[in-house]
């Protein structure tokens, strides 16, 4: 789009500015949103350049190398296709409402590495630059894979997500330790299930209240696992995964 090939980075903390071609108007109104994507490309150069070709048919907000460099392909004010397929909340177009980080790492397809620390520590300071100047709530921090857990890991169980709340940038309780008790499992039906199906909802994640355990709530418990209880990801809904769904929810501002 021609009409913001130039554009003024929207953080003071961005390093460079690249212009990706695949971004055009947001709809319903200005981004209430954050999402975090990790890059799953061997090469964080590599995944910045497809990031801006058209060809690519996808782009995001910023990027963040491994060494802290933040550049930015599309200004806030656009909407950038990073989101695809997705739902939070009762909604639908993520992208219209969302701004997008790209966390430079190879992922789970190309050798899935911790994140280093000057790259968190960059993403930190990104994120509540962007949160506190567009008001998003630390709820509407959210994982890729939170949006879109059928289709979806990133950034994953080794996003410090806890560390990201200790300084500010989203929603996260200490997870109940593992530990015996009842479970749920795909497979698996009744009206707990449908309880919990519905907790998942409440939370915002996409799903149906359908009192069968299928594989789309799998997808769903192994979404929140990697946000909320990283430490084991299995997608069964043990006692440990649903206490602390249970904490999460009573901690939202209407609990």
Known sequence: MSDCSLFKADSYLVDEVRFAPNVDDRLGGPADMLLLHYTGMPSGEKALKWLCMEESKVSCHYFVFEDGRIVQSVPEEKRAWHAGVSSWKGEEDNNSRSIGIEISNPGHEHGYVPFPERQIEAVIALSK??????????????????????????????????????????????????????????????????????????????????????????????????????????????????????RLLKELPDG
């Open 129 to 246: 630059d962007i949160c506190q100047r567009n008001k998003i709530l630390p709820e509407r921090v959210l994982a890729h894979s939170d949006v879109a857990p059928s289709r979806k890991q990133d950034p994953g169980e080794l996003f410090p997500w806890k560390l990201l709340h200790e300084q500010g940038v989203g929603h996260f309780v200490a997870p109940e330790p593992l530990g015996d008790g009842r479970f749920f499992q795909k497979g698996e039906s009744g009206e707990p299930v449908a309880a919990l199906q519905s907790m998942l909802v409440l939370y915002g994640y996409g799903l149906d209240v359908s009192g069968f355990f299928d594989q789309e709530t799998e997808d769903v418990v192994m979404a929140f696992q990697r946000h909320f209880r990283a430490v084991k990801v299995d997608g069964i809904a043990d006692q440990s995964t649903i206490v602390t769904l249970h």
